[in-house]
């Protein structure tokens, strides 16, 4: 009988989440770099090929909308010292999680955005030194007749942009 | 003479079921706020999002008893669901539970017993688009039940989900059976 006769009545609660844009890049550990060339002992040798430097990490967080991916660019921003090249290549992060792009190998920096990841989706690679892209910098002698001694502070930008 | 009875009893129990039992609901909207990530490299400081306990309060009358029926309960099953809309819940790895989290008040007694309401209350439970068992209880004369609350819960809370706005409706069916 009550299955014949049975009745009912609804009520509804609405929910929801709003998952936002992220888009955070920082370099760790804080602070500057020193590429030094060694003076040669031996009249006649050679300043040294290059210098190198694989200290810094950059860390990243990112949120996307479906199907938008980031890269990370970097760019001089001051005067490079005549005479010099300045390279960096950003390994593949391996710690966090998610889509975390590829490396474009190494790059010649120059007053343009550089594309040195590509392909960054949603991703967190996890914070602080030792997590993310190990950012290597190789400083090399582009014209030797264009070298003069001293030292020189070079600014490279780091930024994580939309495709 | 028997067939009498059987008729009686038969619009009885259709009458008893006509009558307007109803659902109500309270708080009928919630939308929480993801915690903002300030450090790269860095996931949202939580995967799960909870509600107050009390985020929504559900009220239960049923229908008038009739004659004898007046002394005896009158069982109800509350069911519930979820119909998501918009971005999709599943690609993002977002799953929405509920648990009943009170037993509310009333409900009515009489001389045969004392109203009662179970089930629900033990864990989240995981709402897919389907009708399903989420609590039961009786009720006497058309004492209503009033605001058992009802806790939500989301998880999947990442930066690895597409960013969209997530939204879901959660539907409660009041059944007397």
């Not at chain 1, 989440?17 to 760790?28: F, G, K």
């Not at chain 1, 590829?102 to 790059?107: D, M, Q």
């Not at chain 2, 209503?144 to 969209?164: E, N």
Request: hydrophobic share 40%; glycine share 10%; net charge neutral.
């Amino acid at each position: 009988m009550a299955s014949t006769c049975m009745a009912q009545t609804t009520g509804t609660v609405t929910a929801g989440v709003n998952l936002p844009l992220v888009a955070l890049l920082d370099i760790e550990p804080v602070g500057g770099i020193t590429l030094a060339f060694t003076a040669p002992s031996e009249a006649g040798a050679i300043l040294g090929s290059s210098a190198t430097d694989n200290t810094k990490w950059i860390n990243v967080s990112s949120a996307v909308s479906s199907g938008l991916t980031r890269r990370i660019t970097a760019r001089i921003s001051s005067t490079l010292p005549s005479g010099f090249q300045l390279r960096v290549q950003a390994a593949n992060a391996s710690t966090g999680a998610g889509t975390r792009g590829t490396s474009s190998g190494a790059v010649l920096l120059t007053n343009v955005d550089q594309t040195i990841v590509n392909g960054i989706a949603g991703a967190y690679t996890l914070s602080g030194s030792g997590n993310g892209y190990n950012l290597t910098y190789s400083l090399s002698i582009q014209s030797y007749s264009l070298l003069k001694s001293g030292t020189s502070t070079v600014t490279v930008v780091y930024t994580l942009q939309d495709n | 003479m028997l067939k009498i009875v059987i008729v009686i009893f038969v619009l009885l129990g259709c009458w008893k079921s006509s009558m307007a039992q109803s659902l109500s609901v309270t708080g009928t909207t919630w939308l929480p706020t993801v915690s903002t990530v300030t450090e790269a490299g860095n996931d949202y400081s939580t995967s799960t999002l909870t509600s107050a306990t009390n985020q929504s309060l559900l009220s239960v009358t049923m229908p008038n008893a009739f004659f004898i029926l007046v002394l005896t309960n009158n069982h109800y099953t509350v069911q519930i669901k979820s119909i998501n809309s918009g971005a999709s819940w599943s690609a993002a790895g977002l799953k929405i539970y509920a648990k009943r989290t009170g037993n509310g008040s009333g409900g009515g007694f009489s001389l045969l017993g004392v109203s009662d309401i179970s089930g629900g209350n033990a864990a989240f439970q995981e709402l897919t688009s389907s009708d399903t068992y989420f609590f039961e209880g009786n009720n006497y004369g058309t004492t209503p039940r009033t605001d058992i609350p009802i806790q939500f819960q989301i998880t999947g809370i990442s930066i690895l989900a597409p960013v969209a706005n997530y939204s879901t409706s959660i539907i409660f069916t009041l059944i007397d059976d």
